[in-house]
């Protein structure tokens, strides 16, 4: 297939956002509108939406890669998630709309002292700000291998055009334009999947039926791991999942800002549990079509690629049809932007709100200063994808939860300490806190075989991280009779 075909294709596709920006968006609008849309979006678009957000191009790749050597074991992971979703609807989200949040950080001040808030607001920024651009990296890359390389195009200049392509379409209409894109790109990407898994299904000669059969009698089929020691330990995935999604959903300002879009706490919560449907069967799918994956690549004689990340990128273009084809460079530029796009507006949101006193600004000074927060977060994610082309040596999957349970630990630990005690601490510590706890885990997860029979960390670093940063703030707290009541609240 012709890289000035895909190349068309793409920038076809942008003008698709660019359209959406458009007709979503006024100029003029307020910076109300650009963080939370007013608090006017539908429960079911967000809903659908957030599919797209919170998956992205690691899922895209990397899930139906790890099949070989994980099998379907991620589910373990996925059923975690579920109960950690029950308690973002449950507990946290009542409490963000009983204090009408813009920024879910500002929570920590009331609760805690302004230290212990601009640190979770620096925790966020540093987490999301990693995790969005290792994301995008991915993307790049297959953009890279499929088009830019042929067209000679170096891989920093194709990074630089894509992190623009994002900021065009986002930096008028913020969330408003974010609810609209992230539900079209999360569609793009859901045909996609159906197209690979259609397209496979008819080469290998399998009714709906016989490929069910054929995947539940496969060698990846197995879901459940009870080996202790096992990276692949039902409780170990099980309880890494649950809390990863309390932290990447509930205590991460990209997802949140879309659940408080919503017009009432209600509507927001039948998104959460709509969603939490929705992504169970979607991750089925992305399993079933890795192992359909492997299934076409042994039953064709095609060797694959040592890296499980470029098993779909290489099947996709160098053995699907032109359309399957298409379908595979438009669904990964869809799901990894719609993951993009909406960590960028997030993360100016937390800068303004967090950092920059907006509550004190004339609107006219907000707007300005939000545009120029927008552009820099734009530019700091392509140094930083630039950057991890030429560090990283690992999946790329691995890398994204590796920094999230460095980078979201100490949130967790913050926000279980508000919820769940009533203890104050001493505001000016808690910096020091939720430093040394990252560090301490790194210490830790690094020599746990050593030290702790043979046991190895994977997700879990995120419990543990989260776990010391809860006992370091219970280290510096003391009991106070003036506090908000979260328990209430919640």
Not at 206 to 225: A, R
Request: net charge neutral; glycine share 6%.
């Amino acid at each position: 297939m012709s890289s000035t075909l895909i190349l068309g294709i793409i920038t076809a596709y942008f003008c698709v956002l660019i359209l959406i920006s458009f007709l979503t968006s006024k100029k003029g609008e307020s910076t109300d509108s650009f963080f939370l849309a007013n608090r006017q979006s539908p429960w079911y678009v967000v809903a659908f939406g957030m599919i797209g957000t919170s998956l992205s191009g690691v899922t895209f790749i990397s899930i139906p890669g790890m099949v070989e050597k994980a099998q379907f074991s991620y589910l373990q992971l996925i059923f975690g998630n579920m109960l950690g979703y029950f308690v973002v609807a449950l507990i946290l989200m009542p409490l963000y709309y009983r204090l009408n949040l813009v920024s879910i950080y500002t929570y920590l001040e009331e609760r805690f002292g302004f230290w212990s808030y601009k640190t979770g607001a620096a925790f966020f920024l540093l987490s999301r700000t990693l995790g969005a651009s290792i994301r995008m990296y991915l993307v790049a890359g297959v953009l890279q291998l499929a088009v830019f390389d042929d067209l000679g195009v170096p891989f920093e200049v194709s990074v630089a055009i894509t992190i623009a392509l994002i900021w065009v379409y986002t930096f008028r209409g913020g969330m408003k334009t974010i609810i609209w894109t992230d539900t079209f790109q999360t569609l793009a990407m859901l045909i996609c999947v159906g197209v690979s898994i259609s397209m496979i299904s008819s080469e290998l000669n399998l009714s709906f039926s016989g490929m069910v059969d054929t995947i539940s009698n496969s060698k990846y089929s197995q879901v459940f791991f009870w080996d202790v020691k096992d990276p692949r330990y039902f409780f170990k995935q099980f309880l890494s999942g649950a809390f990863i999604s309390i932290v990447m959903v509930g205590l991460d300002q990209d997802m949140m800002q879309k659940n408080l879009s919503c017009k009432n706490l209600k509507e927001a919560q039948k998104n959460m549990f709509t969603f939490t449907v929705i992504i169970m069967i979607v991750n089925i799918l992305f399993l079933s079509l890795g192992a359909l994956l492997y299934l076409y690549a042994g039953a064709k004689g095609i060797g694959l690629p040592e890296k499980g990340d470029n098993v779909f990128p290489f099947l996709a273009l160098n053995y699907f049809s032109s359309f399957a084809a298409i379908a595979f460079i438009l669904g990964i530029t869809a799901i990894t932007y719609a993951s993009a796009d909406s960590a960028l507006t997030a993360l100016t949101t937390s800068f303004c709100v967090d950092f920059l006193d907006f509550k004190n600004r004339p609107e006219t000074e907000r707007i300005r200063l939000k545009n120029w927060v927008h552009l820099t977060f734009s530019l700091l994610m392509g140094l930083i994808i630039i950057a991890f082309k030429y560090l990283n040596n690992e999946s790329v999957v691995q890398a994204v939860f590796k920094v999230a349970g460095y980078t979201y630990g100490p949130l967790l630990g913050l926000y279980a300490f508000g919820v769940f005690t009533r203890l104050a601490v001493r505001d000016r510590l808690t910096p020091v806190v939720c430093v040394l706890a990252p560090i301490l885990t790194f210490i830790i997860s690094s020599n746990s075989v050593e030290w702790l029979w043979g046991y190895e960390f994977g997700f879990e670093v995120l419990i543990l991280n989260g776990a010391l940063t809860f006992l370091g703030l219970l280290s510096i707290s003391y009991k106070k009779t003036e506090f908000i009541d979260t328990q209430a609240l919640s």
